[in-house]
């Protein structure tokens, strides 16, 4: 497919529709309740059914996240086809739609999708757990939401949104499951009235498993709890109070080795890196003893020896918890919003995948207000407009021991961010709609902190010189006042100046194993503002069928590194077009949606692991604006009810990324890159003048990050009365074409397509007052490839998607 047949495509369909909707005009009499239901979204801070909304959305209902076993967010991704959310350390989740988004693994980066639960923006990415239970849906809005979302939405925004407190309404639900791996779920809610103006709804979850690694690792001990008061007395005022918090234990996986690279020399030197895979299948955690011996072969040139070990114990020790209040106030002149809100989240982890240990305590709090009015001019205006302040502080320590290179880092960041926003819709002939949407927004950031780094040397850099088969490795140490302590007590020095590069009289040696010290401080702050806009037409052709266009801007906030010489980047922008048809078509049992859309991204951040411009350069975590890109393609959403007891749905993306320029640079320390990029020798300069040799690598042309080009969910339900209950069939398959998550492009670290596909059968009684099913998820037992990083020793450590489950659940409501 191309693009002209593409736009062809799409051009047809709306051609066709006028002509349908003409056909299906006689059938608009029937009940609304008949064929397909309409589902109610806030997409829009207004409620409207999604189906007359012109905005590319995904709307996931409660019970698809039932099937599907979400409880983190990164679970999300196996239902919405134009999400890929990836689970990282300590809970942290990256988010990417359609190629837009950010690895962002620490504090002080932001993410490039906007997270919002129960109407709050959450500004960290590893806060986004412990809240999927007892919810109405999740919104996934696909593209940049620069007007009524803003900031850190280049991407666009994901809404999850709780089931409320019910005036008058006595109710419990509960679901429990057990499932392989020892996996244990539950979900209860009570909704209680407290006199004819007041209601409470209290509800909770749990989910315990065991580790899907041999090693033990990636363990789910979770748990969170929420209460919600409703006061309505029936007038223009209510008010709803609610409180949430949420445990997080077990512990991230470890990460299986995926093989290991090595360079081959011949007559006239360097030739090519080979790869060789370990044969290890995808549940072999790095604390497995077959993996421990497999990197202990490997020999470390800056330690000059053998031995590695991968030892630290990874654990989550998180707690979060929130409060917020919803006033809303109706008057004839339109309705009043303010919500302010309170969050903070503290988390104590240790994980491995590439380090020895790596480690991270954080302390965050962050508050926020918002205020809305919505109003009408007429019967053919209507008009939103608000602001919201946001204020976050976070205060954090981290480790990442990587056996021959330890930082230790501790920082102090925060922001302070500012918005008004504003949009009018108008209706100047009958079934036209035209919007316009602007906002401004002032972002304020600081960091004060400190990474104390250190390296370990056996002697001069050369291969022949370096073999110290004793030479302690950096030990695991919990501050860089015990490394020092270990190594004075082991005779080797610590230094700031390379014992090479010293003379004799001074202490040098060309032999003499040393650990080299530098410190990266940073003291610091950014401001950025931007105005981001949005246009929009919509016209209704009937009630069920219509088209709309767009043209939106987004917005994703600059930030900081711990990286000499690369210590903060830029924001990024992205403008998107968006042409799309929503329609229903045989009395409301046929539902057919269709969206082109054209992306232009623009000074794109990026997280992964590089080199800074020390001097030498060390390896960092760090983001960087790596260039700019042009995503388009098509998206198709089909339902359709051939009988009154089946359902069959389709959603089809595909995906034409480019990166129209993007380059890095990697040290020149005598081998090339391993890459697939083109690349050539040149030079950059450090803070303090000095020359480095590095490698300009071209990725140019390459399709963008976590953007498979086709993406694939195909789902039926089949609903059989069998006397006293009713037998509901579901089943369903998603596929996810070939993708790449790293800036090498090397061919085993690409994501291959695969099929994942899952089944279930539920018997029920007609009221549907109590429920078991019978599930097994992943029938293919098919793991797919979450990312893959190369360690120091030349190891490539991977993750993969969740084997086979199978369990049963139990359910009911009162």
């Known amino acids: 497919m191309n693009t002209a047949a ?52 995904d709307v996931i209902q409660p019970e698809e996240l039932t099937t599907q076993q979400v409880i983190r967010a990164e679970d999300l991704s196996r239902i919405a086809p134009s999400l890929a959310a990836v689970g990282g350390a ?19 980066s932001d993410p490039a999708i906007s997270f919002n639960y129960d109407g709050v923006y959450v500004g960290r990415p590893s806060s986004t757990s412990g809240v999927f239970y007892d919810l109405q849906r999740v919104e996934v809005l696909k593209g940049p939401q620069g007007t009524l979302y803003g ?11 709780p089931n409320r407190p019910e005036i008058g309404e006595q109710s419990v639900d509960f679901m429990l499951g057990y499932g392989n791996y020892d996996w244990l779920t539950g979900q209860a809610a009570v909704n209680v009235p407290l006199g004819e103006t007041l209601a409470m709804r209290a509800s909770g979850s749990v989910s315990r498993r065991d580790g899907f690694m041999t090693d033990g690792t990636g363990e789910q001990r979770e748990y969170a709890g929420r209460v919600q008061f409703l006061y309505d007395p029936g007038t223009d005022l209510t008010v709803r109070v609610a409180a949430d918090y949420s445990s997080q234990g077990g512990s991230s996986p470890s990460g299986f080795y995926l093989g290991k690279v090595d360079p081959v020399f011949g007559q006239t030197g360097f030739q090519r890196y080979d790869f060789t895979p370990s044969g290890f299948s995808p549940d072999q955690g790095l604390l497995d003893p077959r993996s421990a011996a497999y990197v202990a072969q490997r020999f470390v040139t800056n330690a000059g020896r ?11 020790d998180n707690e979060f918890w929130g409060v917020t209040a919803e006033i809303v106030y109706s008057t004839d002149a339109g309705t009043l919003t303010v919500q302010p809100a309170y969050r903070e989240a503290s988390l104590d982890y240790v994980f491995n995948a590439v380090f020895r240990e790596g480690a991270s305590t954080e302390e965050d709090q962050q508050f926020s207000v918002e205020a ?25 320590t981290a480790r990442y021991n990587q056996n021959t290179l330890t930082p230790f880092q501790n920082f102090e960041t925060g922001t302070t961010s500012w918005a008004g926003f504003g949009m009018v819709t108008v209706r100047p002939v009958e079934n036209l709609s035209l ?44 501050s860089a006042a015990a490394l020092r302590t270990f190594y004075a007590n082991a005779g080797v020095p610590v230094v700031n100046v390379p014992l090479f590069a010293l003379p004799p009289i001074a202490g040098g040696s060309q032999t003499a194993p040393f650990v080299l010290n530098s410190r990266i401080p940073i003291n ?59 329609n229903r078509f045989l009395d409301n049992r046929l539902q057919v949606n269709l969206e082109a859309f054209w992306w232009d991204y623009r000074d794109q951040q990026f997280s992964q692991f590089g080199f800074d411009l020390g001097n030498p350069p060390s390896t960092v975590f760090l983001t960087r604006n790596i260039g700019d890109s042009t995503i388009k393609g098509l998206d198709l959403d089909v339902q359709v009810l051939p009988t009154e007891t089946t359902t069959l749905s389709a959603n089809v993306q595909y995906l ?132 893959g990083t190369a360690t120091s020793t030349g190891l490539i450590v991977a993750n993969a998607e969740q084997p086979q489950t199978i369990g049963v659940r139990l359910g009911g409501s009162f």
């Open 6 to 57: 593409s736009c062809a495509a799409l051009a047809l369909a709306l051609a066709a529709t006028p002509a349908l909707a003409q056909d299906t005009a006689n059938d608009e009499a029937a009940a609304e309740q008949e064929g397909i239901g309409d589902i109610i979204v806030t997409a829009q801070r207004t409620a409207t059914v999604s189906q007359r909304t012109p905005l590319a959305i």
């Open 90 to 108: 300590g809970g942290t989740t990256s988010f990417f739609v359609r190629g837009v988004g950010n690895n962002s693994s620490n504090a002080y």
């Open 151 to 161: 900031r850190n939405a280049t991407a666009g925004a994901i809404n999850v949104i």
């Open 306 to 316: 053998t031995g590695v070990v991968i030892d630290g114990q990874p654990y989550n």
């Open 372 to 396: 809305r009015w919505n109003g009408d001019l007429g019967d053919n205006v209507s008009y939103l407009l608000g602001g919201i302040y946001f204020d976050e502080d976070i205060s954090a």
């Open 435 to 478: 919007t316009a949407a602007a906002r401004y927004t002032d972002d304020k950031k600081r960091f004060d902190g400190l990474s104390d780094v250190y390296i370990l040397f056996c002697g001069n850099p050369a291969p022949q010189q370096d073999f110290c088969p004793t030479l302690p490795f950096t030990p695991l140490v919990s």
């Open 524 to 582: 610091a702050t950014l401001s950025n503002d931007k105005v981001t806009y949005r246009l929009a037409a919509q016209y209704d052709f009937t009630p069920r069928n219509m088209i709309y266009a767009s043209m939106e801007t987004g917005y994703h906030a600059g930030g900081f590194s711990f990286a000499r010489g690369v210590e903060s980047y830029l924001p990024e922008q992205i403008r998107a077009w968006t042409l799309g048809t929503k």
């Open 656 to 787: 034409d990324t480019s990166y129209d320029s993007f380059v890095y640079f990697a040290p020149n320390q005598g081998l090339p890159p391993n890459t697939s990029c083109p690349y050539t020798p040149t030079t950059q300069t450090t803070p303090g003048g000095a020359t480095l040799n590095v490698f300009a690598i071209d990725c140019s042309g390459n399709q963008a990050f976590n953007s498979p080009k086709w993406s694939l969910n195909l789902d039926a339900r089949q609903v059989v009365n069998v006397g006293p209950f009713d037998m509901h069939l579901n089943a369903g398959t998603r596929y996810r074409g070939a993708s790449y998550s790293s800036a090498d492009y090397l061919p085993y670290l690409q994501a291959r397509p695969n099929f994942v596909s899952y089944a279930s059968i539920t018997f029920a009684d007609h009221d549907e007052t109590m429920f078991l099913t019978f599930y097994v998820n992943n029938i293919e037992n098919s793991r797919r490839l979450i990312g």
